[in-house]
């Protein structure tokens, strides 16, 4: 299974953007990145995902290296709501996800 | 609000006792698939259920097991508790076939061995 690294945490201040990487060197040519976010005492939350280019939906964007050997979650402007821990998962033709532990994300008035 | 609905939401249980968690998947959804979270890790992938046959399985022992019902809900058992089964037990509903589409995960079952 292909694995995934993350910083185990990262800091940033409400309103502003915050940039999320992740490295998946060992990443093959038909696996898909998603990014899913585990809030406190819920389940995991999908966010995005994409494969090769770069996609954007209501609640985030997510940056593609054109290696694919890294992507990036950005959260345009970061609210109090998002602290939470944002896992980068490649994910196969099936439902088995490889968690990692994630960055766990704070957010400061 | 996902609509994926775990139960019960936390259980006490001792060692070497049976245990059933439960899944109510979300409407229309045809896959669910069920997660060990210990603390401070993330989840860890347990099995699969489509159209009531596991078709994958994790690094967990025969002991955890599964069913999954017409109705598509999904029922977790693990026998012989050990102390190291004390976690939080997810359970996900996708709609299989949507192209890598998004899984909907319940808010768990907080399970804790004795």
């Known amino acids: 299974d292909a694995k995934t690294t993350q910083p185990n945490s990262m800091e940033s201040n409400e309103e502003e953007p915050v940039h999320l990487p992740c490295n998946h060197s060992?990443?093959?040519?038909?696996?898909?990145i998603h990014w899913y976010r585990q809030l406190p005492s819920q389940g995991p939350e999908y966010v995005i995902h994409?494969?090769?280019s770069n996609v954007n939906n209501r609640m985030a964007s997510l940056a593609i290296a054109e290696d694919r050997k890294s992507s990036t979650l950005i959260l345009h402007r970061a609210t109090l709501r998002d602290a939470a821990v944002y896992y980068c998962?490649?994910?196969?033709?099936?439902?088995?996800?490889?968690f990692g532990t994630g960055t766990r994300l704070q957010v400061f008035p | 609000e996902t609509g994926v609905t775990q139960s019960p939401t936390h259980l006490i249980k001792t060692r070497g006792q049976q245990v059933t968690l439960r899944c109510s998947s979300q409407?229309?959804?045809?896959?669910v698939s069920w997660y060990q979270q210990a603390l401070g890790q993330g989840p860890q992938f347990i099995f699969q259920?489509?159209?009531?046959?596991?078709?994958g399985r994790g690094n967990f022992p025969p002991r955890f097991s599964g069913l999954q019902f017409p109705n598509y809900s999904s029922e977790l058992n693990v026998n012989a508790l050990e102390l190291d089964d004390s976690a939080l037990y997810l359970c996900?509903?996708?709609?299989?076939?949507?192209?890598?589409?998004?899984?909907?995960f319940g808010s768990g079952t907080q399970l804790s061995v004795l």
């Open positions: 996900a509903s996708s709609l299989t076939g949507t192209g890598f589409g998004k899984l909907f």
């Open positions: 994409g494969l090769t």
């Open positions: 998962i490649l994910r196969d033709y099936t439902d088995k996800l490889i």
């Open positions: 259920y489509y159209r009531e046959e596991e078709n």
């Open positions: 409407s229309g959804h045809n896959t």
């Open positions: 060992t990443i093959s040519g038909t696996d898909y």
